[in-house]
């Protein structure tokens, strides 16, 4: 069984920087891609960015393309995401997952397993 913890979450300024970790207990995330999604209060969650299991393809969602970064770090069962330059808007629940798949993938229905979550607010 995979346990996904998230942290990194925070309060920051418009404008400034987070970098949130998901790490994973139990199995590794061999052979998976990850994935982070976000949800804000009253809102569906939604897709944020993707990575494949070897790093080399990834995807983002529009709203953060050229904001934020995904990176993964096998050996330490880690997967990252560098976001720059927040805006209001991206305050949410940012939640890493686990997909069925190596490739990369956007919807939630190819993730199996979740992390509870870490809050991100971004003031204005």
């Known amino acids: 069984q995979v346990q996904l913890v998230e942290s990194g979450g925070g309060l920051v300024q418009a404008g400034g920087s987070l970098r949130l970790s998901c790490g994973a207990s139990g199995r590794t995330f061999r052979g998976s891609s990850m994935g982070w999604f976000r949800q804000a209060l009253g809102k569906d969650r939604e897709f944020v960015a993707s990575i494949s299991w070897s790093g080399d393809d990834t995807s983002y969602a529009d709203s953060v393309k050229g904001r934020f970064t995904i990176s993964r770090d096998n050996a330490k069962n880690t997967v990252y995401l560098q976001m720059n330059s927040l805006k209001p808007e991206d305050t949410a629940v940012y939640y890493c997952?686990?997909?069925?798949?190596?490739?990369?993938?956007?919807?939630?229905?190819?993730?199996?397993?979740w992390g509870q979550g870490t809050q991100v607010t971004v003031s204005s």
């Open positions: 997952a686990r997909a069925l798949w190596s490739t990369v993938q956007t919807s939630m229905r190819q993730y199996n397993h």
